[in-house]
C-alpha cells in the first residue's frame, strides 16, 4: 500500500522540481531585461547631461531607426524624458515580476521541504 504514495510523492517532487527550475530561469531572464534597460537608462541620463549645456537653437539630431532627422532641441529634451519615464516604469514592472517569482520560487521550496520531511515520517511510521 506504501508504494502508491510513494509513486505520487515522487511525481509531485518532480513537478515541483521543474517548476523551480522554469523559475529560476523567467528570473534570469528578468535579471538580464533589467540590466539592460539600466544600460538604456543610463545612456539616456548622459545624453540628458551632455545636450543640457547647449544654447537654445543648436542644430540636433535624433536617431530613427537608421537614419537621423534634424529636431528641435526641446523636443529632444522632451522625448529623452519621456523615455527616461517609459523605462523607469517598464523596470519597475519587472521587479515586481521578479519579487512576485521569487515568493513562487520560496514557496516552492518551502513545499519540498514539506514533502521531504513527510516521506521521512512516514518511512520511520514503517520500520
Known amino acids: 500500500m506504501a ?15 521543474i517548476k523551480m527550475v522554469e523559475t529560476r530561469k523567467k528570473i534570469q531572464f528578468i535579471d538580464s531585461q533589467i540590466e539592460v534597460l539600466k544600460r538604456c537608462m543610463h545612456h539616456a541620463d548622459i545624453t540628458q547631461r551632455a545636450i543640457s549645456g547647449y544654447p537654445p537653437g543648436t542644430k540636433t539630431y535624433e536617431s530613427v531607426g537608421r537614419m537621423f532627422l534634424l529636431t528641435d532641441l526641446e523636443e529632444v529634451k522632451s522625448n529623452l524624458k519621456t523615455r527616461d519615464t517609459q523605462l523607469t516604469t ?3 514592472d519587472f521587479e515586481k515580476n521578479k ?7 520560496k514557496e516552492s521550496e518551502d513545499n519540498i521541504r514539506e ?5 521521512k515520517e512516514q518511512s520511520e511510521k514503517t520500520n
Open 3 to 17: 508504494k502508491p504514495v510513494d509513486l505520487e510523492l515522487k511525481k509531485a517532487f518532480n513537478d515541483l522540481q
Open 90 to 92: 517598464r523596470a519597475s
Open 99 to 105: 519579487q512576485y517569482l521569487e515568493k513562487n520560487l
Open 115 to 119: 514533502m521531504v520531511q513527510q516521506r
